[in-house]
C-alpha cells in the first residue's frame, strides 16, 4: 500500500469526479464476470458464451478462456479457489456457445481434484475439444498467513511512467481485433516495450501493471487472466511471430489485495522452437499472489 | 563436454578395471527400465508393478511414479516424448500391483495429448486413484537445432567435491525405507546440504549431480525422475517435515547427452503452508534439457 500514489486506482477518483466516469465495476458484476459466467445445464455441465470481447487478433485469449474453465470448477467442486491448474490447448476456439463438463476426481477435507473440458461444435455440428484442464481446489481464506518468501517484487517505474496502449506507435499496431486491449489497464515498463519501436531488448523479460479497464478489483479467477495478458516475451527476444501457448499452469498462492497488480514475466529458454514464460503476480500489498509457467510455441513469422 | 574429466561416467571405465564392477546398465535395460515397465492388457490399458526400490521413508517416489505413467503414454499416443507433463497427485501411492489407464485426447501431426489415471486397489479391493495425469507428447528428435536460451547451468562444484549418502552424518539418517538412494548416483552441492548437519543456509535452493547408481544414461523417461530425486528445498529453509507434492509439471525441452547431469532446485515463495520447487536439468553438453515446477505443502513435523 506504500505505493498506492502512484497507483492508478488512487488517482481515479479525482479524475471521476471531473469527467463524470462510472464507478468502478466490483468483483461479480463486471464485464469480466458476465463474460465467464456458466450456466449449469446438468451434473457437472455448463453453458458458457465465449465473448469476442477478449480476442487478440483472431485468438480468444487463453487466460480468459482458462478463467471460464476454472469458474465451472469452482461451482463443481466443494473449494472455491483454484490452487494450482494447468491447461493443455488442443484447438483454437471461436468467439460463441461453448460447453464446459467436469469430473470431481477427488474431494478432500482441504484439496478437491477435478478436470474440465471445454467443447464446442464444428461447422457440421460435430464435437471439438478446445482445452483440457486438471486443478486441485482449496479455500484461500483457511491458509494459514505464514509468509517466509524470498522473492522481491518486481522492479517497475510508477504507473504513470509506464506505457498504456495509446501510447504504442503504428509499428506496434496489429491488424485484426484488438478487443482485449479495451479491457484492460495494461501499463508497460518501457524498459521492456522496445519491441514495439523495432528495439527489443534481446532479454527475454516483460513488465507491467495490471488491471481492468472498469475498474474491477483482483480476486483469484481474474488472475488465470492476468498471467497470459502481457506481449509474449518472444517480442522482446525479437521474434515478432505467433506464440500459441500449448499449456498452462498456474498457481493461487494468496487472495489479492484491492488495487492494481504487478506482472513479472520471463523466458530463460527459448530452444527448440519452444520456449517457456514464467509469471509472477503481486498484489498492492506487496504479497506475491500467483505464479504461472506456460509452454509456447514460437512460430515464425 | 568440457566438463568429462570432472565426472563420474569418466572416473568409472579405471575403477571398473580394478574391481571388476559390472559394465554400466544401458537405457532399455537397467533397473529404472525395469521397474518402470507397463504391461498392454487391452486398449489404453496398463499393468505395472510399483517397486520398493524407489521409496523414502513409507513413500513411493513421485518421479519415478510420473516416469511409469508418461512411459504409458509414450506406448498408447503416436508420438514418443513427453514435451509436457502435469501430474495431480491424489492419494499416497503403495508398492505393488497398479493399473494405468490412458485416454487418448487428441492426435496432431507434431503433438498428441494424453491422460492417464494410475489405479490401484484397497485392501476390500475397491478401485482408488493415485494420480492424475495430462500430457502433450512429440518427437524430440523432429525440433530444430536453434538454441536462443539465456540460462546458464547452475555453479556447482566438480563431483568429487559434492556429498553423497556415503557422507550424510548420522544426524541426517531418516527413519523407514531410503531405498532409493541405493539406486541414484546423487551428489549434493555442499553449499546446499546444511540442513544435514542442522545448519541449514536459510536460502530455498539445492543444487546436485545426478546419475542412475548402474550407469544408465538419462533419457526423457527418467528426466521426470530426476526433477523430484532431491532432498526438498524446504530443508534448507530450515523446515524438516514431510513435504508432499501436490501437483509436478515437467517441460522435456531436448534430448539428453550421455553422462551426468547437473540439477539446480529453487523455492522462491514458501507461504501459506505451501511452497514452488523449480528444478532445472543440465545435461553434460550444457543444454538445458528439462524444467520442472512442483506445487508442494510444508507440512508441519
Not at 457437472?44 to 483472431?58: H, K, P
Not at 478436470?115 to 494459514?144: C, F, K, M, W
Request: negative net charge.
Amino acid at each position: 500500500m506504500a505505493q498506492a500514489a502512484q497507483t492508478p486506482r488512487a488517482a481515479q477518483p479525482a479524475r471521476a469526479a471531473q469527467t463524470e466516469q462510472p464507478a468502478p465495476a466490483t468483483i461479480g458484476n463486471s464485464e469480466f464476470d458476465r463474460d465467464t459466467a456458466v450456466v449449469r445445464r446438468g451434473p457437472g455441465l455448463y453453458d458458457a458464451q465465449l465473448s469476442e470481447g477478449w480476442t487478440i487478433i483472431e485468438a480468444v485469449n487463453g487466460g480468459y478462456l482458462l478463467a471460464i474453465l476454472g469458474r465451472a470448477l469452482g461451482e463443481a467442486l466443494p473449494h472455491p479457489d483454484p490452487f494450482t491448474i494447468t491447461a493443455h490447448y488442443l484447438t483454437a476456439s471461436r468467439p460463441g456457445p461453448a460447453e464446459v463438463r467436469t469430473e470431481t476426481v477427488r474431494t478432500g477435507r482441504t484439496l478437491s481434484t477435478g478436470s474440465a473440458s471445454l467443447i464446442q461444435r464444428n461447422e457440421d455440428g460435430s464435437e471439438v475439444e478446445r482445452i483440457r484442464v486438471t486443478a486441485h481446489y482449496g479455500d484461500l481464506d483457511d491458509l494459514p498467513d505464514d509468509v517466509r518468501t524470498t522473492a522481491k517484487p518486481p522492479a517497475i517505474p510508477p504507473y504513470e511512467h509506464c506505457l498504456g496502449a495509446d501510447a504504442a506507435p503504428d509499428a506496434a499496431l496489429i491488424p485484426g481485433s484488438s478487443a482485449i486491449t479495451d479491457r484492460l489497464d495494461l501499463r508497460l515498463d518501457p524498459a521492456t516495450a522496445g519491441w514495439a519501436v523495432g528495439a527489443p531488448s534481446g532479454r527475454g523479460e516483460m513488465r507491467a501493471w495490471f488491471g481492468l479497464a472498469d475498474g474491477r478489483d483482483a480476486d483469484p479467477l481474474s488472475l488465470l487472466l492476468a498471467v497470459d495478458a502481457l506481449p509474449p516475451t518472444a517480442f522482446e527476444l525479437g521474434l515478432m511471430g505467433w506464440v500459441p501457448t500449448t499449456e498452462l499452469t498456474v498457481h493461487v498462492r494468496c487472495r489479492p489485495a484491492p488495487g492494481p497488480l504487478r506482472i513479472a514475466i520471463s523466458t530463460r529458454n527459448l530452444a527448440g522452437g519452444f520456449l517457456e514464460e514464467d509469471a509472477e503476480v503481486w498484489d498492492s500489498q506487496d504479497r506475491l499472489v500467483a505464479q504461472s509457467r506456460q509452454l509456447a510455441r514460437a512460430l515464425p513469422v
